[in-house]
Every structure is written in C-alpha cells, then in structure tokens.
C-alpha cells in the first residue's frame, strides 16, 4: 500500500513540473518566432547586425521597412501592396466559388439519397488527399496548351478544386446540426428545396458559412506551389507568397523581408483568431466519433 | 414516401453535386490520367505542344531514367525519413501539449488561441521568418550557440548536411525541416486530440482512479485506447501530407544539405530540366507509395468513408 501512494505521488509531482514545462515551450515555441519577426522589422539593419540578440530600445522603432516592403516598385519599393491586391482577388473568388459549390454538395450529402451519393463522398474525401505536387505536372501542361497559365481566373480554378473538399467536409458537419424537423415544417408550409435551402438551411448555418470561407480564404491566401508554376514569369500578377519568397531569393535587406513577412500574415491571423471557436469546431466535428 | 417525391430526390441530390463534381473532374481526375499517359510517354516541354492522340505510346523509359537516376534512391530515403519522423515529431507534441492543457487554469483560452498561430501562419512568412533565426550573419540561434554553447563558427544550418556530435554525423539541415514541419503542424494534432479527450467518458477515468490507478496507468490504460483511433487517422493524414510536402522544404533549402525530397525532384525535373516525362513518372510513383498506407487504414478500420 506505501509503495503504491509513492508512486502517485512521485508521479503526480514529475506530470505536474512536465505539464508547466510543455505549455510553457509550446506558447515560446508558438508565438516566439513571430514576436522575433516583428521585433526584427521595426529595428534598423546595423543595430541587428551588431547586435542579434538585443532588443529595439523605446526610442528606436523604425517602421520604415513597412513603406518600402508595400509600396510600389516605381517608387523604390518592393511592391507588396500589389501582390497583396492579387492574392486577395484570388482568394475571394476562390471562397465565393468553393462556399457556393460546397453549399450545394454538403446539403444534398446530408439530406438526399440519390445514386452514387457515398461513392461522391469518398471521391471528395480522395482528392483532398491527393498530393498537389502530382497533379502540377499534368496541369502545368493542360494550362500551358489552354493558354491559362500565367492567367489568375487558371489559378482561382485550381484552388477551387482543391478547397472544395474540404469545406464540402466542413459545411456536413454544420449541415447536420441543422434539425431536420425545421426543414420539413417549411416543407409542409409550401417551401421549395430551393426556399429550403436558401431560407431555412443557409441562415441557421451562417456561422459555419462564415468559417468555412475563411478556411478556404486562408488556404487559398497561403498557397504557393501552382503560384510560383503559373505565375513566376509575370511579376505584376504574383500572389503574397510567391512575392515574399521571390523577394527572399534577391538580397533584400531582412527588416525589409520581416515586414513584408508581418504584413502578408496580418490578414489571416487576424480572421482567424476572431473565428477560432468556429474553425475550430468546424476542423474537428469528425473527431468526437474517434 | 411517393414515387414522384423519391425521384425527384434521386434528380435534385445529382444536380446539387454537379457543379463540384465538374471541378474535381476538370481539375483533378482528368490532369490525374493525362499524367498517368504522360509518365509512359518520352516527352518533353518544348514537344508537348505538337503531341497529338496519335503518337501516344507505351514506353517505361521515364521509370528506368527516374530510378537509375543520380539520387533517387537517396531522396526517396530522405522523403521516407521526413514523413515518419514528421508524423512522429507532430503527433507526439499535440498529443504532450492536449494532455497538458486538459484541466482547467486561468489564461487557458488564451493559451489555445496562440498554440495554433503556427499552424495557420502562411507558410511564406514562417519560412522567412525562420531562416533570419538561422541565419549565420544576424540570426539569433547562431549568436546564442556562439557567445553561450561554445560554437566554434556559425553554423548554415539550412545548407548544412551533417556536424559531428561524439563521432557521429548528425543530420542538420534535415533536422531542421522536420523540427519546421512539427512546429507547423502539431497544433492541428493538438485541435483533434483535444476534441476527442473531451469526448471521453469522466466515468472511466473516475472508475479507473478509484481502483487505484496511476495517472501513467489511467493515461496507458483509459485514454490511449481512447485516441487510438484518432490518432491513427492523424498519423496517416500527416505521413500523406509531409511525404508530398513541397512548399516547405523548397522554401527552407531549395533541397540543399541533404534535404532533397523526391516532391522537389519533381519540380527539377518539371521546371528546371522540362521533362515532362520523368516528373510525370515520379508523381506517378508518389501516388503508388502513398496509397500503400491509405488502403491499410481502410482495411484496418473497416470503413470505406470518413
């Protein structure tokens, strides 16, 4: 009986220092290399040169890599601003285009039995699996005999079909959750499947919408191999990522890189902290059954 | 329910997929059999333009150039590495951390919130960020191995292959973008394991602790069992996603300091020297590999569909 409380509590004390210690590495982990980043883009070059591990003191904040990393090429800078412009135009008709798609797909997965309903599922299921890398190849070629590489509306069609899956997946879940009794009392009162849809279904999963959009809106935002295949010729219409590791390659001075860095993540640090609960729940809902 | 009611049902759930299953069909399955024709064609960049359905063949030259090729062998290794120990590194870091932030304390909202930063941070930005922290000149880690661990000279860790430690060679660039990919990754693992630890019942581990287990032992016997099945499915999600993984390795190294992976290979092969054809045979290659593990996990658990 002693040996046996010996262990517990020798156990308990060592679980307890490692718990401490875990949380502690992970938030150090977490949100060090982005405060360095930041530190890193307010301090002048000599300063960090001379000094790699020192701080920026109260009176030494020097934003000016901000101005240089977003403005444009004419007027010496690195002309971020564009890019940025591009990626957004990207990324929002790829959201628009994937809720849309995947609206209709996850309804009728979660409400119709029609043929090949489950045979549909894995397919999807499947292609969010599928490896990016592999399918460059052909469709570096495909885009290049349609003359669509280069163009932006080729690359809102690649991120569609690879975004669509997964927020096909997401929307299910939210799907679901939506009482079915609701949907068949605005049956009985005379609603099409397209009233449905759009007055019952679509207003009760708005929060799931939302974060579903800007799942995608991150995905497409953040993505870089078909950027850099169809784009890299044509710097007016590089994309955030391809724009910042482009200008990684030449020798932009690093405060410079940093803010550039800073300013692509900004946007979607942000929509996503103030939808975490939502993403959240919506990423995991299939993790509950085990 | 009425026959005109079913079929309309039978009509509706078809059209309602249509448009998705139109995009994955142009984007996805078609390029996916023009690159299985492709691997079996010897073609490149500049002749593909011309290439008409008449001159199609069947040859396995690619194969035999892509495996006989300088490195192959070495970048498969260095891929297979990669996505174990990537898989390993992640799986167990979100598990530490899910476990550790299980029971309640002030800030932990908090503490959630900012573990996940990495994992939706554009890649481009941590690569960037990360290697200014290596960088031999200015970055941090080199100045804190140099004036406090008693480096002798700053270290590349990005173009690095190997250090001696004790006598033996240890990896470094390697090293490095797997310790990258853990840190971008566990919090994913972290956001899955934590919602299946909630949904674990209180009572087995109530019972489990009243019967004089251990916390090690509740963890061995009550919760492991519990994640098994979770973790499983993350393990084989990330081995898929890393062993493709292109973006981040190609942003860390460009495939120096022994880090080149058979996904880089193929953008050498596709971009850089225009075969067509042996890109198309690697890829064709990955996709074989990977479905080894797919169809396990499918067997194992016995369902067909998540």
Same mark, same amino acid.
Request: net charge positive; aromatic share 10%; glycine share 10%.
């Given at each position: 009986?002693?040996?046996?409380?010996?262990?517990?509590?020798?156990?308990?004390?060592?679980?307890?220092?490692?718990?401490?210690?875990?949380?502690?590495?992970?938030?150090?982990?977490?949100?060090?290399?982005?405060?360095?980043?930041?530190?890193?883009?307010?301090?002048?070059?000599?300063?960090?040169?001379?000094?790699?591990?020192?701080?920026?003191?109260?009176?030494?904040?020097?934003?000016?890599?901000?101005?240089?990393?977003?403005?444009?090429?004419?007027?010496?800078?690195?002309?971020?601003?564009?890019?940025?412009?591009?990626?957004?135009?990207?990324?929002?008709?790829?959201?628009?285009?994937?809720?849309?798609?995947?609206?209709?797909?996850?309804?009728?997965?979660?409400?119709?039995?029609?043929?090949?309903?489950?045979? =549909?599922?894995?397919?999807?299921?499947?292609?969010?699996?599928?490896?990016?890398?592999?399918?460059?190849?052909?469709?570096?070629?495909?885009?290049?005999?349609?003359?669509?590489?280069?163009?932006?509306?080729?690359?809102?069609?690649?991120?569609?079909?690879?975004?669509?899956?997964?927020?096909?997946?997401?929307?299910?879940?939210?799907?679901?959750?939506?009482?079915?009794?609701?949907?068949?009392?605005?049956?009985?009162?005379?609603?099409?499947?397209?009233?449905?849809?759009?007055?019952?279904?679509?207003?009760?999963?708005?929060?799931?919408?939302?974060?579903?959009?800007?799942?995608?809106?991150?995905?497409?935002?953040?993505?870089?191999?078909?950027?850099?295949?169809?784009?890299?010729?044509?710097?007016?219409?590089?994309?955030?990522?391809?724009?910042?590791?482009?200008?990684?390659?030449?020798? =932009?001075?690093?405060?410079?890189?940093?803010?550039?860095?800073?300013? =692509?993540?900004?946007?979607?640090?942000?929509?996503?902290?103030?939808?975490?609960?939502?993403?959240?729940?919506?990423?995991?809902?299939?993790?509950?059954?085990? | 329910?009425?026959?005109? &009611?079913?079929? &309309?049902?039978?009509?509706?759930?078809?059209? %309602?997929?249509?448009?998705?299953?139109?995009?994955?069909?142009?984007?996805? +399955?078609?390029?996916?059999?023009?690159?299985?024709?492709?691997?079996?064609?010897?073609?490149? +960049?500049?002749?593909?333009?011309? $290439?008409?359905?008449?001159?199609?063949?069947?040859?396995?030259?690619?194969?035999? *150039?892509?495996?006989?090729?300088?490195?192959?062998?070495?970048?498969? *290794?260095?891929? $297979?590495?990669?996505?174990?120990?990537?898989?390993?590194?992640?799986?167990?870091?979100?598990?530490?951390?899910? %476990?550790?932030? *299980?029971?309640?304390?002030?800030? *932990?909202?908090?503490?959630?919130?900012?573990?996940?930063?990495?994992?939706?941070?554009?890649?481009?930005?941590?690569?960037?960020?990360?290697?200014? +922290?290596?960088?031999?000149?200015?970055?941090? /880690?080199?100045?804190?191995?140099?004036?406090? $661990?008693?480096?002798?000279?700053?270290?590349?860790?990005?173009?690095? &292959?190997?250090?001696?430690?004790?006598?033996?060679?240890?990896?470094?660039?390697?090293?490095?973008?797997?310790?990258?990919?853990?840190?971008?990754?566990?919090?994913?693992?972290?956001?899955? $394991? #934590?919602?299946?630890?909630?949904?674990?019942?209180?009572?087995?581990?109530?019972?489990?602790?009243?019967?004089?287990?251990?916390?090690?032992? /509740?963890?061995?016997?009550?919760?492991?069992?519990?994640?098994?099945?979770? +973790?499983?499915?993350?393990?084989?999600?990330?081995?898929?996603?890393?062993?493709?993984?292109? #973006?981040?390795?190609?942003?860390?190294?460009?495939?120096?300091?022994?880090?080149?992976?058979?996904?880089?290979?193929?953008?050498?092969?596709?971009? #850089?020297?225009?075969?067509?054809?042996?890109?198309?045979?690697?890829?064709?290659?990955? #996709?074989?590999?990977?479905?080894?593990?797919?169809?396990?996990?499918?067997?194992?658990?016995?369902?067909?569909?998540?």
């Amino acid at each position: 009986m002693r040996r046996r409380w010996d262990r517990h509590a020798v156990e308990r004390r060592v679980l307890g220092v490692l718990r401490v210690a875990v949380v502690a590495g992970a938030v150090a982990a977490a949100a060090g290399p982005v405060l360095y980043g930041v530190v890193l883009s307010v301090r002048p070059f000599p300063d960090v040169a001379a000094d790699p591990l020192g701080l920026p003191g109260p009176g030494s904040w020097d934003p000016s890599a901000y101005g240089r990393a977003l403005a444009p090429e004419e007027r010496g800078g690195f002309g971020l601003a564009g890019f940025m412009a591009n990626s957004l135009v990207v990324a929002v008709a790829t959201t628009l285009a994937a809720v849309a798609c995947s609206v209709l797909g996850a309804y009728a997965a979660v409400r119709l039995r029609f043929f090949g309903r489950d045979a =549909v599922n894995g397919l999807f299921l499947a292609v969010y699996l599928f490896p990016g890398i592999v399918l460059a190849v052909p469709l570096f070629v495909l885009f290049g005999r349609l003359g669509l590489t280069g163009s932006l509306p080729g690359l809102v069609l690649i991120y569609l079909a690879q975004t669509v899956p997964v927020a096909l997946y997401m929307l299910r879940g939210y799907f679901q959750a939506v009482p079915v009794s609701v949907e068949e009392a605005a049956e009985v009162d005379g609603c099409s499947r397209r009233q449905v849809i759009v007055r019952v279904v679509l207003p009760m999963a708005l929060p799931g919408l939302a974060a579903t959009g800007l799942y995608v809106f991150m995905i497409a935002w953040n993505e870089f191999l078909f950027a850099l295949l169809f784009l890299a010729p044509d710097r007016d219409r590089w994309t955030v990522a391809l724009g910042v590791a482009r200008l990684a390659d030449f020798s =932009v001075p690093a405060p410079v890189l940093m803010a550039g860095s800073v300013a =692509v993540t900004v946007p979607v640090v942000a929509g996503f902290l103030l939808a975490q609960r939502l993403l959240v729940s919506g990423l995991t809902a299939g993790a509950e059954k085990g | 329910m009425s026959g005109a &009611r079913r079929r &309309r049902e039978e009509w509706h759930g078809r059209l %309602l997929v249509a448009p998705t299953l139109a995009v994955v069909a142009a984007v996805v +399955l078609v390029p996916f059999a023009a690159g299985v024709v492709l691997a079996f064609q010897e073609v490149r +960049l500049i002749e593909v333009r011309a $290439l008409g359905w008449g001159d199609l063949e069947v040859s396995f030259a690619n194969f035999a *150039r892509v495996l006989g090729g300088s490195g192959f062998w070495a970048a498969a *290794r260095t891929t $297979l590495v990669y996505a174990v120990a990537t898989t390993a590194g992640s799986l167990a870091a979100g598990l530490a951390l899910a %476990l550790a932030l *299980r029971r309640p304390f002030r800030g *932990r909202g908090l503490v959630r919130g900012v573990v996940l930063v990495p994992y939706v941070l554009p890649v481009v930005a941590a690569t960037t960020v990360v290697a200014a +922290l290596l960088n031999p000149q200015y970055g941090p /880690v080199n100045a804190v191995g140099e004036r406090f $661990l008693g480096w002798d000279a700053p270290v590349d860790v990005l173009t690095t &292959r190997d250090v001696e430690v004790a006598g033996f060679p240890v990896p470094v660039a390697l090293t490095a973008v797997v310790l990258f990919e853990v840190w971008k990754s566990f919090p994913l693992a972290f956001l899955f $394991l #934590t919602a299946r630890l909630q949904a674990v019942p209180a009572e087995l581990e109530e019972a489990a602790v009243v019967d004089g287990a251990s916390p090690t032992q /509740v963890f061995r016997h009550v919760l492991l069992p519990q994640l098994a099945g979770v +973790l499983a499915l993350l393990g084989l999600l990330r081995f898929i996603w890393s062993f493709q993984n292109f #973006t981040d390795v190609y942003l860390l190294t460009g495939g120096a300091g022994g880090t080149e992976v058979v996904a880089v290979r193929v953008y050498t092969e596709l971009v #850089t020297r225009a075969d067509i054809g042996a890109a198309s045979a690697l890829g064709v290659l990955m #996709t074989v590999v990977l479905a080894v593990p797919l169809v396990v996990y499918v067997r194992a658990t016995g369902r067909g569909r998540v």
